[in-house]
């Protein structure tokens, strides 16, 4: 199964920009849609982002316009560009398969957005 990590988090001021990247330890050639999800503190997991091999992209309202997913097939990485960064931006931010399934989760990299 496909191992993944999870980077670029950190803490930033709002208005601010973050790139994440999770890295794969195997093709995600397979995977037609990849996606990053997001949990904050005491809240569900949720879907932010996806895009499919074929380019079709999906953002949850919250995120619209500010962020944005791609994906090099090549380097089996997924990158999530983060701007204009709100607090209610911050949580633990995870990338996985869509639908995730019974695929296992990475650590995750943490996205602080304060003051």
């Known amino acids: 199964q496909v191992q993944l990590v999870e980077s670029g988090g950190g803490l930033v001021q709002p208005g601010g920009s973050l790139r994440l990247s999770c890295a794969a330890s195997?093709?995600?050639?397979?995977?037609?849609?990849m996606g990053w999800y997001r949990q904050a503190p005491g809240k569900q997991r949720e879907l932010v982002a996806s895009?499919?091999?074929?380019?079709?992209?999906y953002y949850a309202d919250s995120v619209k316009g500010r962020f944005t997913i791609s994906r090099d097939n090549a380097k089996n990485v997924v990158y999530l560009q983060m701007n204009s960064l709100k607090s209610e931006d911050t949580a633990v931010y995870y990338c996985?398969?869509?639908?995730?399934?019974?695929?296992?989760w990475g650590q995750g990299t943490q996205v602080t957005v304060s003051s």
């Open positions: 895009r499919t091999i074929g380019g079709s992209v």
């Open positions: 195997g093709s995600i050639r397979s995977i037609n849609r």
């Open positions: 996985n398969a869509v639908p995730f399934g019974t695929r296992s």
